[in-house]
């Protein structure tokens, strides 16, 4: 079992920058790769972007590609979302996923947290 808890997430103006974290608990946290989604009102989930042990595996969705970073820490069982420029259009809750594979797929995503809000304001 892995359990993860995100934090960071708030109220945070049009332009305006956020850094969302994801600590893991439980099983060997690098032995995943580690996703992170959102989902917005009325709206199906989205991936974000994964990330493997190294920072060479990373992979993003085009819609957030150049505006938002993944990246870990394996000392410390956690991974990042820094999020830049942000837009009201990113309103959600973002949840941080484990994998045993690189995917965007969230099916392959065995374990969850329970997400961190974030609003952005026009």
């Known amino acids: 079992q892995v359990q993860l808890v995100e934090s960071g997430g708030g109220l945070v103006q049009a332009g305006g920058s956020l850094r969302l974290s994801c600590v893991a608990s439980?099983?060997?946290?690098?032995?995943?790769?580690m996703g992170w989604f959102r989902q917005a009102p009325e709206k199906e989930r989205e991936f974000l972007a994964t990330?493997?042990?190294?920072?060479?595996?990373?992979y993003y969705n085009d819609s957030v590609k150049g505006r938002f970073t993944i990246s870990r820490d394996n000392d410390k069982n956690t991974v990042y979302l820094q999020m830049n420029r942000l837009e009201p259009e990113d309103t959600a809750v973002y949840y941080c996923?484990?994998?045993?594979?690189?995917?965007?797929?969230?099916?392959?995503?065995?374990?969850w947290g329970r997400g961190t809000r974030v609003t952005v304001s026009s």
């Open positions: 439980g099983r060997t946290f690098s032995h995943y790769f």
């Open positions: 990330t493997g042990w190294s920072a060479g595996s990373t």
């Open positions: 996923a484990a994998a045993e594979i690189k995917t965007h797929e969230e099916h392959y995503y065995d374990y």
